[in-house]
């Protein structure tokens, strides 16, 4: 069982890789109770940028685009962070997976997130990544977790779950995702099946 992890940061440290890290924990926890356990891959698109432009203008990628765009494919689940810029995903976290064939996203299971300086950015999860994720024909999870500045070290109240819990909903859901579809698989009919398995999470 693979669990690739893509992350759009451009920094180090940055605050995309800090999230991407926390709900890889959370989805590899989730799965271990579950009786699983998945090998974890991360792609950082900062080090692949210049591989990146290279293979939008010759159509060709070099080895080591070649070997995260392979990773990505035969993923049996994704965990995609990307900061906003412009009120939008990066063109880096664009650009890859424009040059990812349109179909071999189809029924993978992905959890998507954002990190942005305030939390007036957060809907880019559902006006900009998620649709990007349907087009591909993935699976994405219900629980979008989008970080602004003031959500680290913050617990939420009790009208909104604060980061942390928002971490946990999102791994609990893909881990649900993964365990319900066929390991290293990619059938079309199941897409269906695993709405179906997500309809019936209960969370505690």
Do not use: C
């Not at 759009?8 to 699983?36: H, I, N, V, Y």
């Not at 629980?143 to 939420?156: P, Y």
């Amino acid at each position: 069982m693979r669990l690739i992890v893509v992350s759009a940061g451009l920094s180090t440290p940055s605050s995309t890789r800090l999230l991407a890290d926390r709900l890889t924990e959370a989805a590899r926890d989730e799965l271990a109770a579950r009786g699983q356990a998945p090998s974890i891959e991360v792609v950082e698109l900062r080090e692949l940028a210049g591989d990146i432009a290279d293979h939008l203008v010759t159509g060709f990628p070099p080895p080591r685009l070649s070997a995260a765009i392979n990773a990505v494919t035969a993923a049996d689940g994704l965990i995609v962070v990307t900061p906003v810029f412009a009120a939008s995903y990066s063109g880096l976290f664009k650009s890859f997976f424009d040059v990812i064939d349109p179909e071999a996203l189809s029924g993978k299971p992905v959890l998507t997130a954002a990190t942005g300086g305030t939390a007036r950015h957060s809907l880019v999860l559902e006006h900009a990544v998620r649709p990007l994720f349907a087009y591909l024909r993935a699976v994405v999870v219900p629980t979008g977790v989008f970080a602004a500045s003031e959500d680290w070290g913050s617990g939420g109240d009790e009208y909104t779950d604060g980061l942390p819990g928002r971490v946990r909903r999102a791994g609990v859901e893909l881990a649900a995702l993964i365990a319900a579809r066929p390991v290293g698989e990619q059938p079309e009919d199941d897409v269906a099946d695993l709405e179906r398995q997500l309809a019936d999470l209960r969370f505690d």
